[in-house]
């Protein structure tokens, strides 16, 4: 019998499920992190305390068929802490999940924040999550609550409880905002959004401005740089804990890649650079791993369509919302690419939109290095060694871009932050 019981994002994807597998001696608890690993427990009630599993045999972490990824096999394993405990004479390996990192979701009432909490709610590394929203945020804590995983889930509602939700919160992120309408560019939603960011992005920085900020809400190309004035005019501006969540790209071309050439989709890796809207999203199809063969008009089918993906979600909905799961499941991935990177693991690389030197622009997404302080090194190398398509598309989008990052710093220079 197997039941999926916990999926955590990183570099691809970890199921994390029951099934029979080898017994378990009273050797310690031991595993190459290149296979995956078992492991047999003489009663179920030890598996009752994380993730909600029914009584069952054992736990198994398979790299193959998983949520996370390959070098994040490790990192769930690692989340546990051996313990061992006598019963019937026997000494058995007891693992209690080390969750240590509170979350915030500001915007956790909304379509893209009620699947992102779940996600984040499964999380092993999450001792807390505060999910904020204006309204109807009880419910889905409520609702929440009920999933016997270990993070406790408090709820925050309205501006004057904004403050208390993120007091000693490590990750903050905002998917908060109106969603695309079909017709709507990413753009259009910027009067809306940007003043709800920049709200938001003001509480941050009074209540907790060490924490690592996640931006969701679109225009991501405008709010990223919004956000970074008001920290500035805060004066507690970090560059590299200020993040765009631009995973959705890298989640889409890997999908459609794999779908496309027939490929094994835990071993496909696109790096998509630029922005996070339009064409400003490009996807080095020349840097796929593994090495693929793709033609000419494969390459700008795949292109148009990872562009376009999210207004593909749009118009399939015709009105009814917009690209919200998928983007909920790439947020996962990356927080907890983010939560390992704090927890300590020094392999943590993710494509995001961040300050950056790689151009003459001074946002720009591309893949990261993440630590324990946020953005240890931004990667050159993808950037060289480019196609033609990838140079003139990678010319086209810097003029989009770097209107979106105006329009985003004036609009912050114009509206004095609250003292």
Do not use: W
């Not at 979701?105 to 996600?119: D, F, M, N, S, V």
């Not at 027939?262 to 999203?281: R, Y």
């Amino acid at each position: 019998m197997k039941l999926t019981s916990c999926k955590m994002a990183a570099a691809s994807t970890v199921n994390f499920f029951t099934t029979s597998t080898a017994p378990c001696n009273s050797k310690p608890y031991m595993v190459s992190k290149s296979k995956s690993f078992g492991l047999r427990f003489n009663s179920p009630n030890y598996l009752r305390s994380f993730s909600g599993l029914k009584a069952a045999t054992s736990v198994n972490c398979e790299s193959e068929s998983s949520f996370l990824g390959k070098e994040s096999t490790a990192a769930l394993r690692d989340s546990f802490a051996p313990k061992a405990v006598k019963q019937n004479r026997d000494t058995v390996t007891r693992f209690q999940p080390r969750a240590s990192f509170k979350v915030a979701i500001l915007g956790a009432a909304g379509g893209i924040g009620q699947p992102l909490a779940l996600l984040i709610k499964m999380s092993p590394l999450v001792s807390t999550l505060h999910l904020y929203d204006i309204a109807n945020v009880r419910g889905v804590t409520a609702d929440l609550s009920h999933c016997n995983t270990p993070s406790q889930v408090l709820d925050f509602t309205g501006t004057a409880e904004l403050p208390n939700s993120l007091k000693g919160v490590d990750v903050v992120v905002i998917p908060a905002g109106v969603p695309r309408k079909p017709g709507m560019t990413r753009d259009d939603l910027f009067n809306i959004n940007a003043n709800i960011v920049k709200d938001l992005v003001e509480a941050v920085a009074d209540t907790c401005p060490d924490a690592f900020i996640h931006i969701i809400s679109n225009p991501v190309n405008s709010t990223v740089p919004i956000a970074a004035e008001v920290l500035k005019q805060k004066g507690v501006y970090d560059p590299k804990k200020l993040f765009g969540v631009t995973t959705p790209g890298v989640v889409r071309a890997n999908t459609f890649v794999a779908q496309k050439k027939n490929l094994k989709l835990i071993d496909v890796d696109v790096p998509v650079v630029g922005g996070h809207a339009g064409i400003t999203i490009l996807p080095l199809l020349s840097k796929i791993k593994p090495s693929v063969s793709l033609t000419d008009e494969e390459v700008e089918e795949l292109t148009v369509r990872i562009q376009n993906a999210g207004t593909e979600v749009v118009d399939a909905k015709a009105g009814a919302g917009s690209a919200t799961l998928s983007m909920a499941y790439a947020a996962a991935r990356f927080m907890e690419s983010s939560l390992r990177a704090l927890d300590g693991d020094s392999d943590v690389y993710e494509c995001s939109y961040v300050q950056s030197e790689l151009t003459e622009l001074p946002f720009f997404a591309s893949r990261v290095k993440l630590g324990k302080n946020g953005v240890e090194a931004v990667i050159p190398s993808d950037l060289q060694g480019l196609t033609e398509y990838e140079a003139k598309a990678l010319e086209a989008l810097k003029l989009e871009l770097k209107a979106s990052i105006e329009k985003g710093i004036a609009f912050a220079n114009k509206q004095p932050v609250a003292a």
